[in-house]
């Protein structure tokens, strides 16, 4: 198959533990060919915090908009979609900054881009041709992000409910779920919705072989 003229973009939003990460692997397993799917997570492009103290980036709330550097993704994923290759930041969640280090990301033909705010963003959004929202029940959001926070990220579950409290539940209430409108596709229950997955890749591969 040739190359398409520009790369099919699919946003995944939805809250922390919806299930936005399994969704995006699902459909990279089942589309994978070729090297032709690239995925990629908003959470690489938190801000760079090398000017603060630790004290001042633990106070940072990570689930705003303001907390991203949306302008380098959006000049990013243009990159990509004019084939041209980018070096995409890596972030250090616990040191609360960028690393020094960056990845070497090749173009391809379908980029998924996943993460809580990727539809708040109308610029991000207009580079889109696929919108999905993935919404979760908001106790099994909690437990999954409780599990994924002390066992990757080495956090204690007590500060892990508290940031849930303070900004995490708020935070989408305010901005995650109000993008749910943009959304062309909406998930139930994440990456257990099977018939969802098999939808989006239906989707992707007719559009694909246009």
């Given at each position: 198959?040739?190359?398409?003229?520009?790369p099919?973009?699919?946003?995944?939003a939805g809250?922390s533990?919806?299930?936005k990460?399994?969704i995006?692997?699902?459909?990279?397993?089942?589309?994978?060919?070729?090297?032709?799917?690239?995925?990629?997570?908003q959470?690489?492009?938190?801000?760079?915090?090398?000017?603060?103290?630790?004290?001042?980036?633990?106070?940072?709330?990570?689930?705003?908009?303001?907390?991203?550097?949306m302008?380098?993704?959006?000049?990013?994923?243009?990159?990509?979609?004019?084939?041209?290759?980018?070096?995409?930041?890596?972030y250090?969640?616990t040191?609360?900054?960028?690393?020094?280090?960056?990845?070497h990301t090749?173009?391809?033909?379908?980029?998924?881009?996943?993460?809580?705010l990727?539809?708040?963003?109308e610029?991000?959004?207009?580079?889109?041709d696929?919108?999905?929202?993935?919404?979760?029940?908001?106790?099994?959001?909690?437990?999954?992000?409780?599990?994924?926070?002390?066992?990757?990220?080495?956090?204690?579950?007590?500060?892990?409910?508290k940031?849930y409290?303070?900004?995490?539940?708020?935070?989408?209430?305010?901005?995650i779920?109000?993008?749910?409108?943009y959304?062309?596709?909406?998930?139930?229950?994440?990456?257990?919705?099977?018939?969802?997955?098999?939808?989006?890749?239906?989707?992707?591969?007719?559009v694909?072989?246009?």
């Amino acid at each position: 198959m040739l190359k398409s003229e520009r790369p099919i973009i699919i946003g995944i939003a939805g809250g922390s533990g919806s299930g936005k990460t399994t969704i995006a692997h699902e459909i990279y397993n089942q589309l994978h060919q070729n090297d032709r799917i690239l995925t990629i997570t908003q959470d690489s492009y938190y801000k760079n915090n090398d000017n603060l103290s630790m004290t001042e980036r633990k106070k940072i709330n990570y689930d705003h908009p303001d907390a991203f550097d949306m302008e380098l993704l959006v000049e990013q994923l243009q990159n990509l979609m004019n084939y041209k290759a980018v070096e995409m930041p890596v972030y250090d969640f616990t040191a609360h900054t960028r690393s020094k280090e960056t990845i070497h990301t090749e173009p391809a033909d379908i980029i998924i881009l996943e993460g809580i705010l990727v539809l708040s963003d109308e610029s991000l959004r207009n580079l889109m041709d696929i919108k999905v929202f993935v919404d979760t029940d908001e106790d099994i959001r909690f437990i999954r992000r409780l599990q994924r926070d002390t066992e990757q990220r080495g956090r204690s579950v007590d500060s892990v409910i508290k940031q849930y409290l303070s900004t995490v539940k708020p935070m989408y209430n305010q901005f995650i779920e109000p993008t749910k409108r943009y959304a062309d596709i909406i998930v139930p229950e994440g990456g257990e919705n099977t018939v969802a997955i098999d939808m989006l890749t239906t989707k992707i591969r007719s559009v694909l072989t246009r």
